[in-house]
């Protein structure tokens, strides 16, 4: 069987795990997009197992990266070569995608962030901070409320000619707006669409404040799937919004080409292989106690052998489990 | 007369050394903890801002402990931190402690009161007696601020992880036990020569980040997740905006710190032009001195809800516009997680990184800062 050769990226965020293959030339060979249900562990063991069996052929892994909210705990997990945050992963994905990108909108989960490039560099980032309000969880929240599965949330949004006036600064301001809107007799596309307008415009005033948002402007992670969204940013906008076809694994790849980055010295991976599917990882938690501070401290073993071990306030417990991790700086 | 006061940075050696001068029984709070975080925020009112709500908890501890006397600072213009002594005084008297409280107004503003306040400490004592005390105590404060200022900037270069942390405690050892003005100035040769023994690898490539804000969260570690040695172990090297005998002394100059205030407000000019309470003023003007200087950025700290900090905020992305220059804000208070501060911190200093290898290195980032408008140049000399 032929053998190719590749890189692994893990991103493990709060609601998604995604795992992804890439060639050598950067192109996705395979790739795994599933919940992480609060489990990330079992999250990236599944992911890996699924993600072997769909490869085409026995890869060769050259280098392995994690990113997202989990990215320590799952670098710990499958023996990373680089951990890096989820905004440097999703930069380098939209590069490598559009490489003329100069804003990039992420919409996840748990966060949304707006990433700006010039020239090939991130110049400035945002982060949502105190609120939810404009995430792909509230979107999900408010379809089961409406009792639209979320895949076809963008399609019925594209079927109205205009967005009802949703007040969107709060899901809970927003959710009574709805039922007011619904029991008034607004149809149900106008008020769906009219949520995508709400989430728009609070993303944007939010954190594209003060920020030259010039195009190519890319739009990804998962809520990126949702054309409804796409449209009231475009229309927002006045102007184009690339969703790259791979848009809900980008974090993924992000980790994969920063992991290649990371290894073009020839070294070996830390890459612990596909077995860690099967490993059975004991994580157990306990208070220091050696302060006032009582922290809880979390570990993470394997047969008795501590691989990991952090939570402390102090660094008295910290093992991080990452064996050679690149110097930051430079 | 047992007396406590709030933690913060390290006002404890300065305040424990002072009241053993003036013969004052005092009691030490314990360490912030958690602990102290969740009474404060469980008695103080929600949109206070976190700093009334950590000292908050300090006071209870310490009443807890047997505090019979509260010292808290006062202070002037638009800034909450004015009404902090008597909100919490108020909250404590509710929840049925019986204690006095002191309130020690700015001696720069108000000298009389300030001093009044002491004798209020110190009954038995000569307002000559005590002006000597504060005139020594302040000293020895002072060598803890150059301690921390040379901790900055030597902990990116060590050549062993942790040395410098390390050290930096013996150093406040040898002070803490000096009493005599020869021996604080013995001890302030000694401590200093440790740090400087401390072997440095100079050719290391290094970021150099200014940190700004609000004074509180600059000082107490506790509350900002020991930021300086989070970014100081990832070989940047730090310069404060804030030190607390700049702080609380009574001259404009800030001999620590080595920019006056006057420095400050011109360069802040073209941007803010009056007090606004707080450090606002400071955030803005020391944000373009940094730039000024060839810092690769700022790093903006401020407590949720702060009014001050909450101008210079809404100013910080304009100057970081004007002048080419990187800022990452960060709001903190009992909510606030160590995960997503780490998150943005790794992408900020990443972002520094890839403007160095781009060659957007702080040499030239001034020369576009010349090039800009006029107005910011000239703002800053103004005289």
Request: glycine share 10%.
């Amino acid at each position: 069987m032929k053998r190719l050769k590749g890189y692994l990226g893990v991103d493990v965020g709060s609601v998604s795990t995604n795992l992804v293959a890439l060639s050598e030339e950067g192109e996705v060979i395979s790739y795994v997009y599933r919940r992480t249900q609060g489990q990330p562990i079992q999250a990236v063991q599944d992911g890996l197992a699924e993600l072997r069996a769909q490869l085409p052929c026995e890869i060769e892994v050259k280098g392995v990266g994690t990113t997202g909210s989990a990215r320590y705990l799952s670098g710990v997990i499958v023996g990373a070569d680089i951990v890096k945050n989820e905004i440097t992963a999703h930069a380098v994905a939209a590069m490598h995608v559009i490489p003329e990108v100069r804003t990039v909108f992420e919409i996840g989960g748990q966060d949304s962030k707006i990433i700006i490039i010039r020239d090939g560099i991130v110049v400035d980032f945002a982060m949502n901070t105190v609120c939810a309000a404009g995430t792909g969880s509230f979107l999900d929240h408010q379809a089961t409320r409406l009792g639209i599965p979320i895949e076809k949330f963008g399609e019925i949004a594209l079927r109205a000619k205009k967005g009802a006036q949703i007040a969107g600064r709060c899901t809970v301001f927003a959710e009574s707006d709805m039922i007011h809107k619904q029991q008034i007799g607004y149809p149900v596309e106008e008020i769906v669409y009219g949520l995508c307008e709400a989430l728009v415009r609070n993303y944007l005033n939010n954190l594209g404040k003060g920020k030259d948002l010039l195009p190519p402007i890319v739009f990804q992670g998962g809520v990126a799937a949702n054309e409804g969204i796409k449209r009231a940013f475009e229309e927002a906008l006045n102007g184009e919004v690339i969703v790259p076809k791979y848009h809900h694994v980008m974090g993924a790849i992000g980790a994969a080409l920063l992991a290649q980055e990371a290894t073009d010295d020839g070294e070996i991976s830390n890459f612990k292989g596909f077995e860690v599917s099967q490993i059975d990882y004991e994580t157990s938690s306990f208070f220091c106690g050696g302060c006032a501070n009582n922290c809880e401290i979390v570990k993470i073993q394997v047969d008795g052998e501590v691989l990991a071990r952090w939570g402390g306030r102090c660094g008295k417990w910290e093992v991080d489990g990452i064996g050679k991790r690149k110097a930051l700086l430079f | 007369m047992k007396i406590t006061f709030p933690h913060m940075g390290h006002i404890e050696f300065l305040l424990k050394d002072l009241f053993t001068r003036l013969d004052v029984d005092f009691i030490i709070p314990p360490p912030n903890s958690t602990e102290t975080i969740k009474l404060g925020v469980r008695h103080a009112p929600e949109l206070a801002c976190y700093p009334l709500k950590v000292t908050l908890g300090n006071f209870i501890e310490g009443l807890e402990k047997g505090a019979d006397t509260l010292i808290m600072a006062g202070g002037v213009g638009p800034c909450r931190f004015g009404y902090y002594a008597e909100t919490q005084r108020r909250i404590l008297k509710q929840l049925g402690y019986s204690f006095e409280m002191i309130r020690v107004e700015p001696p720069a503003a108000h000298p009389i009161q300030f001093i009044k306040s002491f004798k209020r400490v110190a009954p038995k004592k000569k307002i000559r007696e005590i002006w000597k005390a504060i005139k020594v105590s302040f000293s020895k404060a002072q060598v803890m601020d150059f301690i921390e200022k040379k901790v900055l900037a030597i902990r990116p270069f060590e050549v062993n992880k942790g040395e410098t942390t390390k050290t930096k405690k013996k150093a406040i050892k040898l002070l803490d036990q000096a009493f005599l003005e020869s021996e604080i100035e013995k001890a302030k040769e000694e401590a200093l020569n440790l740090l400087d023994s401390i072997p440095q690898d100079k050719e290391k490539p290094f970021l150099k980040i200014g940190l700004v804000g609000e004074f509180y969260l600059l000082l107490e570690p506790f509350v900002n997740f020991d930021l300086e040695e989070l970014l100081g172990n990832m070989d940047i090297y730090l310069e404060r905006g804030v030190y607390l005998t700049d702080w609380i002394g009574p001259s404009s100059k800030n001999p620590v710190m080595g920019v006056s205030n006057e420095e400050i407000a011109q360069a802040a000019f073209p941007y803010l032009s009056h007090f606004v309470g707080g450090e606002g003023r400071q955030t803005v003007g020391h944000t373009i001195i940094f730039a000024y200087q060839g810092f690769d950025g700022v790093i903006h700290l401020m407590p949720f809800t702060c009014m001050p900090e909450l101008i210079a905020k809404s100013i910080l992305p304009k100057i970081s516009q004007d002048l080419d220059f990187p800022i990452l804000t960060l709001v903190f208070d009992e909510q606030t997680g160590k995960a997503g501060l780490i998150t943005r911190i790794e992408a900020f200093v990443e972002l520094l990184i890839s403007r160095r290898r781009k060659g957007l290195s702080p040499k030239r980032l001034i020369k576009i800062a010349y090039r800009g408008d006029s107005l910011e140049l000239t703002g800053w000399k103004r005289r």
